[in-house]
């Protein structure tokens, strides 16, 4: 495992997957939370979310240096690992909070699962683009 590029993609992919959940969250669904302020939360980040999404980006990045040992590496490489990862860990939780959480708006569940999908996309890509053996 390259050390360097290593660190590099775990800094990168926290930094740019925290922008990510920004936009999508505190700007695009803003007008769906407003609807539903008794379901939701203080919208600051707190020190956990923080540390999760730093957590999140060493997980991704180790998963992706194991996937990725016997394949050519690049963005589109990691393009494919982020839609994989993005359908497992995008959709299925979400399949999952909708059979226990009551109240939720099918819409909030929509566009948890695609914004989490695309996310993962996006930061496959741009880990591919980064990390290199």
Sequence with gaps: MNAKRFLLAV???????????WVVHGILLRSIYEQF???????EPTVSMILTGIVW???FCLLYAQYGKARPWGAS???????WTGLL????P???????LANFPAAVYLAWAGGATIGYILLGAL???VYRE
């Design 77 to 83: 490489n990691g393009l494919w690992f982020g839609l």
């Design 94 to 100: 979400v399949v999952y909070n909708k059979l226990v």
């Design 89 to 92: 860990a995008g959709w299925l």
């Design 37 to 43: 302020p008794e379901l939701w939360r203080t919208p």
């Design 57 to 59: 980006a060493i997980v």
């Design 127 to 129: 880990l591919g683009a």
């Design 11 to 21: 800094i990168v992919l926290a930094v740019v997957g925290y922008l990510y959940d």
